[in-house]
C-alpha cells in the first residue's frame, strides 16, 4: 500500500472541501471495500478523508411520507431498523444476503453504493482491465467470466456490480442525495450507476468531489408482495450468480403495478421497463412471469463460462415474481427456496 | 516518508496512546505494536474472519480498518473475554463440545460469537450459521462451533 495524508473531516461542506481539486483523494466510511482495494494496489490514494464521524447516521420520515437513510448508517443498522424492517422488508433482506455480519457492521449505506466490481483482473494488477486502466483491454472477455455480466456488456468491460442491497434500492426506486462544490443535487437511483460502454472506469455519475449524504426511500415500500432471491456458488456469504428483487401491487390475482431489479447480471443494477409494463393487468401466474423473463433476457448474451446465467436468470425471475405474489419471501437464513 | 498518526483507544481496558503509521490496520495494531497475538491474521482481507474483535460491543474484521479511525473507540480481543480468571462461558463451550482442530480460527469464532450473541438475532441453528457465515474453519469444525454457540444461548 503506497503511504497517503490522513484527514478527517468536520462536516459535510468541510469533507467536499478537503476534496475539491484533489483527484487522488478518497474518503472512507466503513472502509471494507477501499482498504482491500489498497492492500492490492488497485486504488492509490494519496489522501484519505476519514468522513465517520460525519452527522449522517440518522434514519427519518420525509415529508412524503418515506424514509431518508443518512450516508454513514451502517448495514446492520439498515437492516435492523424497525421502520425498514416493517415498511421495506425487501430492503432488509437484500442487506441481509450480502457479505458478512462483520463486514454489514462497518459497511456504510453510502459506501455500498459505491463499491466497486469484483472482477478477478480488476483486482490483479498484472493483468489489463480498462476499469482500473482505461485502454488496458478487458482480460475477462476472452478470460474465466463465470461471475461475469449477460445484459448491458461492452467490448472495454463485462464486469458485474456486486452489491444486494442496491438492487433492492434499484426496485423501490430510491433517491440518492449528493454534496459537492457547485451544491447539492438528488440523483434518481437508475441514473446513479453507469453500463459501462467505452468508459467502465466510471461507476457511478457522482462527479469529483461530491459525496453522497442520503438515501431517500419513496413512501411504497411493496412490504406485501416482495421478496429478495439469491443464488450463489455457496448458500452464504457469496456474491450473487443471479439475484432478483421484487415488488408487486395485486389486486386479487391480478398485478396492478410490478417492478423487480436484478443483480449478478450487469455493470449496475438492472430493470427492464418494458418488462414491467408487461406485468400491468396481467395474472399473477407461471405464464406471465415467463412472458416477463423473456422480454428482460431477449438481448442477454453469454461469454464463455457465465452463458448458464442467462437460464438461470430467467427461472430466478419466475421464481422471484411466484414468491412475491405468494407471500412467500426468500428467507436469509433458511436456505430452502419454496 | 510514512504519515504518523497519533490515536489513543482502549483495549481489554486499557488506554493506549500510540503514533503510527496511518496505514496501520487495527489488527496489526494488536499484534505487533500491544503483543495481543491471540487476534489472528488470516487472509487479510475480510473473508476469513480470524481477525474479528469487537469494537465498541459490535464485531468487526480488524484487518480491513486503519487502526486510526477507531481513535477513542473501546476495543475486545479474545484476550479481553476472561474475567478474573474465568474462562469466558464460549471459551468454556468451545472446550465441552471441542469445537476446533488447529485452533487458528477459534479467536475469530469466539469473538464473532460474543457479537452475535449481544446482537440478539440468532435464534435457530440456522441464523446462528448465517449470522457465524464471515468465519471460515479450514478444518471443518462447524457443526461444534454451532453446539457451542447453541449452549451459550441456551444458557443466557
Given amino acids: 500500500m503506497i503511504n497517503f495524508q490522513y484527514a478527517r473531516a468536520n462536516d459535510v461542506a468541510d469533507a ?3 476534496a475539491a481539486g484533489n483527484a487522488n483523494a478518497k474518503f472512507i466510511a466503513g472502509g471494507t471495500n477501499l482498504i482491500d482495494l489498497m492492500k492490492m494496489d488497485v486504488e492509490r490514494p494519496l489522501k484519505v478523508i ?3 464521524r460525519l452527522p449522517l447516521t440518522q434514519v427519518q420520515y420525509t415529508a412524503e411520507g418515506g424514509l431518508r437513510i443518512g450516508a454513514l448508517v451502517r448495514n446492520t443498522d439498515l437492516a435492523y431498523h424497525p421502520l425498514v424492517e416493517e415498511r421495506y422488508p425487501v430492503l432488509a433482506s437484500a442487506v441481509m444476503a450480502g457479505a458478512s455480519q462483520q463486514l454489514r457492521n462497518m459497511a456504510s449505506t453510502g459506501g455500498n453504493l459505491l463499491q466497486r466490481t469484483r472482477c478477478h483482473y480488476f483486482y490483479d494488477v498484472a493483468t489489463g482491465c480498462n476499469k482500473r486502466e482505461p485502454g488496458s483491454g478487458c482480460s475477462a472477455i476472452e478470460g474465466h467470466n463465470r461471475m461475469h455480466a449477460i445484459l448491458g456488456t461492452s467490448e472495454a468491460c463485462i464486469a458485474t456490480h456486486p452489491s444486494d442491497m442496491c ?3 434499484a426496485m423501490l ?12 443535487r438528488v440523483i434518481p437511483f437508475a441514473e446513479f450507476h453507469r453500463l459501462p460502454g467505452a468508459t467502465p472506469q466510471r461507476d457511478t455519475n457522482l462527479n469529483a468531489s461530491e459525496i453522497i449524504t442520503a438515501v431517500e426511500l419513496p413512501s411504497n415500500g411493496f412490504a406485501t408482495n416482495y421478496t429478495y432471491l439469491k443464488i450463489r456458488d455457496r448458500l452464504s456469504f457469496a456474491f450473487a450468480l443471479v439475484s432478483v428483487a421484487v415488488g408487486l401491487d395485486l389486486d386479487g390475482d391480478t398485478i396492478r403495478e410490478g417492478r423487480f431489479a436484478l443483480g449478478g447480471v450487469a455493470h449496475k443494477p438492472w430493470r427492464d421497463p418494458e418488462a414491467e409494463a408487461a406485468l400491468r393487468g396481467q395474472f399473477a401466474n407461471p405464464a406471465t412471469f415467463t412472458r416477463v423473463a423473456d422480454i428482460v433476457l431477449r438481448d442477454a448474451r453469454g461469454y464463455a463460462h457465465n452463458a448458464f446465467k442467462i437460464d438461470l436468470a430467467r427461472r430466478c425471475i419466475v421464481r422471484a415474481l411466484t414468491q412475491a405474489a405468494r407471500r412467500t419471501p426468500q428467507s436469509q437464513s433458511s436456505k430452502k427456496i419454496v | 516518508m510514512p504519515e504518523e498518526v497519533s490515536l489513543s483507544l482502549t483495549v481489554n481496558g486499557t488506554l493506549h496512546t500510540l503514533k503510527l503509521d496511518a496505514r496501520t ?3 496489526d495494531l494488536l499484534r505487533e505494536h500491544l503483543d495481543l497475538t491471540g487476534t489472528k491474521k488470516g487472509c487479510d482481507q475480510g473473508q476469513c474472519g480470524a481477525c474479528t474483535v469487537l469494537v465498541d460491543s459490535r464485531r468487526v474484521n480488524s484487518c480491513l480498518t486503519f487502526a486510526v479511525m477507531y481513535d477513542g473507540a473501546q476495543v475486545i480481543t479474545i484476550e479481553g473475554l476472561a474475567s478474573d480468571g474465568a474462562l469466558h462461558p464460549l471459551q468454556q463451550a468451545f472446550i465441552d463440545h471441542d469445537a476446533f482442530q488447529c485452533g487458528y480460527c477459534t479467536p475469530g469464532q469466539i469473538c464473532s460469537a460474543a457479537g452475535l450473541i449481544a446482537e440478539g438475532r440468532a435464534r435457530t441453528a440456522d441464523e446462528i450459521r448465517e449470522l457465524m ?10 457443526a461444534n462451533i454451532v453446539a457451542a454457540i447453541e449452549q451459550v444461548m441456551g444458557k443466557s
Fill in chain 1, 50 to 52: 476519514d468522513i465517520t
Fill in chain 2, 133 to 142: 457465515s464471515g468465519n471460515i474453519c479450514r478444518c471443518g469444525a462447524y
Fill in chain 1, 167 to 169: 438492487v433492492a434500492l
Fill in chain 1, 173 to 184: 426506486e430510491a433517491k440518492i442525495h449528493v454534496s459537492g462544490a457547485s451544491g447539492n
Fill in chain 2, 25 to 27: 490496520t487495527l489488527l
Fill in chain 1, 16 to 18: 467536499v472541501r478537503q
